[in-house]
């Protein structure tokens, strides 16, 4: 075995024999049933292999880690246009808070807290259809991926719609500021749906290959904008704990609600981590000390 292949082996091990997962996502029904004793990582190295341990086919939500790809799309459709209505910048509140919204004038701080997704998917979906909008981004996750494999789950998407009154009040509230340019329900109804994108790890690593600047980009990604993702990912990625993942990580990464991480570790790999219990700040909570483990194994690192 090779020592990547026997790091992997290692941290799955370590993993469950601390068993200590943390709690599915309580709020989103078709989430909260979900057993948290779970765990996957894949690895995508620069030759193009892929070295993966546990449920690594299995897929799952990826949730908040859909702002990545909504963020790239619609940077691609309207360039920097999008900062005039979504800030760059970390915050010290949960990813669902309004507090920032109402000292900014309806300006969210981040493209990844839930109120910037919301205004970044609203962008996209200007002048056309939800499904149009959900075909785009579905479509450059599934090239990114080079693979078709990739699906909306309805049932999670409907989920969400039935019990997302905080994200329902953060559109209306950004709307009430003029920073929604579509009917709220209209952009809620594509953000669910969003979210409700379903990949195993090896598809997600698969995915983050562009962005670690392993394989040349589809022509809707520049150069540009894989690295303003990546500072992203970097800063505000694991929202009010993206300070304390960046000191113990040091890589950019994006987590999601689902239990998933995408992790980019630049012209080395790209990492995809499942692990569906999560800690206090909404992120992984056997996938946050896996990636730890991992960047410690390697030496990975942006620092």
Known sequence: ?????????????????????????????????????????????????????????????????????????????????????????????????IMLLETDSGRPPNPFVNAGAIVTTDALLSGREPRQALAEILGLIRAMAGTDDIYINNEVADSEKRTGARNKALAHYLASHGNLRNDPDLTLGTYFHQCAIEMTTEQLAMSGRVLAGLECAPRTISRMHAKRANALMMTCGHYDASGEFAFKVGLPGKSGVGGGILLIAPRKASIAIWSPGLNGYGNSHAGTRAAAMLARSTGWSVF
């Open 1 to 97: 075995m090779d020592s990547l292949g026997q790091a992997l082996e290692e941290i799955h091990d370590r993993i469950h024999e601390e068993a200590d997962w943390g709690l599915p996502a309580q709020y989103i029904p078709e989430l909260a049933n979900v057993v948290p004793e779970q765990f996957a990582i894949s690895v995508v190295t620069a030759d193009g292999s892929c070295h993966s341990v546990g449920q690594a086919q299995r897929p799952f939500s990826i949730q908040s880690i859909s702002k990545v790809f909504a963020l790239i799309a619609t940077l691609g459709r309207i360039g920097d246009q999008l900062w005039t209505r979504v800030g760059r910048e970390p915050t010290r509140t949960a990813f669902d808070s």
